[in-house]
Protein backbone atom coordinates (compact mmCIF):
# COMPACT_ATOMS: atom_id res chain seq x y z
CA UNK A 1 0.00 0.00 0.00
CA UNK A 2 1.84 3.26 -1.06
CA UNK A 3 1.16 6.24 1.71
CA UNK A 4 1.63 9.59 1.59
CA UNK A 5 4.78 11.33 3.12
CA UNK A 6 4.32 15.03 4.23
CA UNK A 7 6.98 17.00 6.12
CA UNK A 8 6.71 20.57 7.37
CA UNK A 9 9.15 22.41 8.98
CA UNK A 10 8.89 24.40 11.70
CA UNK A 11 5.83 24.17 11.56
CA UNK A 12 3.48 26.69 14.01
CA UNK A 13 0.35 25.63 15.89
CA UNK A 14 -2.72 25.79 13.84
CA UNK A 15 -5.80 25.42 15.79
CA UNK A 16 -6.97 23.69 19.19
CA UNK A 17 -6.97 20.28 20.37
CA UNK A 18 -10.19 19.36 18.08
CA UNK A 19 -8.74 20.67 15.09
CA UNK A 20 -5.69 18.83 15.85
CA UNK A 21 -7.80 15.86 16.49
CA UNK A 22 -9.31 15.97 12.90
CA UNK A 23 -6.42 16.59 11.34
CA UNK A 24 -4.65 13.66 12.51
CA UNK A 25 -7.58 11.93 11.53
CA UNK A 26 -8.33 13.03 8.21
CA UNK A 27 -4.43 12.40 7.70
CA UNK A 28 -4.10 8.86 9.76
CA UNK A 29 -2.78 6.88 6.73
CA UNK A 30 -0.53 9.37 5.63
CA UNK A 31 3.03 9.48 7.14
CA UNK A 32 3.41 13.20 9.06
CA UNK A 33 6.21 14.53 10.38
CA UNK A 34 6.72 17.45 12.10
CA UNK A 35 10.42 18.80 11.75
CA UNK A 36 12.17 21.10 14.40
CA UNK A 37 15.26 21.79 15.56
CA UNK A 38 16.20 23.26 19.23
CA UNK A 39 17.98 26.14 17.64
CA UNK A 40 14.78 27.77 16.31
CA UNK A 41 13.94 30.54 18.46
CA UNK A 42 10.65 31.51 16.54
CA UNK A 43 9.82 28.31 17.96
CA UNK A 44 10.99 28.57 21.53
CA UNK A 45 9.54 31.40 21.67
CA UNK A 46 6.09 31.65 20.75
CA UNK A 47 4.89 28.38 21.93
CA UNK A 48 4.22 29.35 25.57
CA UNK A 49 1.95 32.40 24.25
CA UNK A 50 -0.08 29.62 21.80
CA UNK A 51 -0.02 27.26 24.26
CA UNK A 52 -1.54 29.58 26.99
CA UNK A 53 -4.05 30.12 24.20
CA UNK A 54 -5.62 26.82 23.84
CA UNK A 55 -3.21 26.02 20.60
CA UNK A 56 -1.71 22.19 20.56
CA UNK A 57 0.87 20.60 18.55
CA UNK A 58 -0.16 17.60 16.47
CA UNK A 59 2.09 14.31 16.81
CA UNK A 60 4.79 13.47 14.58
CA UNK A 61 8.43 15.86 15.81
CA UNK A 62 11.24 14.81 14.74
CA UNK A 63 14.18 16.76 15.99
CA UNK A 64 17.57 17.53 13.63
CA UNK A 65 20.65 19.87 13.99
CA UNK A 66 20.34 22.46 11.51
CA UNK A 67 22.52 20.75 9.09
CA UNK A 68 21.52 17.39 9.82
CA UNK A 69 20.77 15.25 7.13
CA UNK A 70 16.95 13.18 7.69
CA UNK A 71 18.64 9.64 8.60
CA UNK A 72 19.50 11.29 11.58
CA UNK A 73 16.70 13.20 13.01
CA UNK A 74 15.18 11.57 16.29
CA UNK A 75 11.15 11.42 17.29
CA UNK A 76 10.36 13.27 20.26
CA UNK A 77 8.37 11.55 23.08
CA UNK A 78 4.36 12.70 23.28
CA UNK A 79 3.72 15.67 25.44
CA UNK A 80 7.61 17.34 26.11
CA UNK A 81 8.90 14.53 27.74
CA UNK A 82 12.08 14.94 25.77
CA UNK A 83 15.19 14.87 28.10
CA UNK A 84 17.39 17.69 26.87
CA UNK A 85 20.53 16.30 28.48
CA UNK A 86 20.98 19.84 30.44
CA UNK A 87 19.28 19.08 33.77
CA UNK A 88 16.19 20.74 32.38
CA UNK A 89 17.85 23.70 31.89
CA UNK A 90 17.24 25.44 28.53
CA UNK A 91 18.11 28.82 27.47
CA UNK A 92 16.70 30.75 24.92
CA UNK A 93 18.10 30.39 21.46
CA UNK A 94 19.08 33.94 20.40
CA UNK A 95 20.00 34.08 16.78
CA UNK A 96 16.17 34.79 14.82
CA UNK A 97 17.56 33.89 11.72
CA UNK A 98 18.35 30.03 12.78
CA UNK A 99 14.20 30.03 11.98
CA UNK A 100 15.06 29.79 8.16
CA UNK A 101 17.82 27.32 8.73
CA UNK A 102 16.24 23.57 8.29
CA UNK A 103 18.64 20.50 6.46
CA UNK A 104 21.72 22.86 6.00
CA UNK A 105 19.53 25.27 3.81
CA UNK A 106 19.16 28.64 4.34
CA UNK A 107 15.34 29.68 3.07
CA UNK A 108 15.26 33.17 4.64
CA UNK A 109 15.51 36.68 3.91
CA UNK A 110 18.53 37.86 2.46
CA UNK A 111 20.34 41.14 2.68
CA UNK A 112 21.63 42.59 -1.03
CA UNK A 113 24.79 44.17 -1.32
Known amino acids: EDR???YTF????????AFVAR???ALA???VFRVTHRDDAILFMNEPMWESRGYAHRAGEVRCAKAEAPDSWRAVPPAGGEDNGDGGLRLPPLNMLDHCQYLGTYVGPRLSS
Open 23 to 25: WEA
Open 10 to 17: AEPMVGNA
Open 4 to 6: VAL
Open 29 to 31: RAK
